[in-house]
């Protein structure tokens, strides 16, 4: 079992960033990626960074440019740094752990999500 637990979000104008960061407890060791997602209202929920145990990183192109994944050296913390952003960036942030096969994606396990608000 994996807990994620997101932070940092908030309100923020046009051109400013924001440091998410999710906190992973339980066997976070035993993922095999981890990732940001975030959703926007009367959207699905889209991938936007993951990284690969092997330390791959991987962005999608709504991220590619503006935002950068990290984690810490044993991956108990992850986090995404967010620059110049846009209204378009408003949406609930949500941090995933380890693949789900049946889905094929990066989010067996989920947080919670934390709010961002960008205003023009």
């Known amino acids: 079992q994996v807990q994620l637990v997101e932070s940092g979000g908030g309100s923020v104008q046009s051109g400013g960033s924001l440091r998410l960061s999710c906190a992973a407890s339980?066997?976070?060791?035993?993922?095999?990626?981890m990732a940001w997602y975030r959703q926007a209202p009367g959207r699905e929920r889209e991938e936007l960074a993951r990284?690969?145990?092997?330390?791959?990183?991987i962005y999608q192109a709504s991220a590619k440019g503006r935002f950068t994944i990290s984690p810490d050296n044993d991956w108990h913390s992850l986090y995404l740094q967010m620059d110049s952003l846009k209204p378009e960036d408003t949406a609930i942030y949500y941090c995933?752990?380890?693949?789900?096969?049946?889905?094929?994606?990066?989010?067996?396990?989920w947080g919670r999500g934390t709010q961002v608000s960008v205003s023009s």
């Open positions: 339980g066997n976070i060791g035993g993922s095999s990626c």
């Open positions: 990284i690969e145990r092997d330390g791959r990183t």
């Open positions: 995933a752990a380890d693949y789900d096969g049946h889905a094929g994606i990066c989010g067996y396990y």
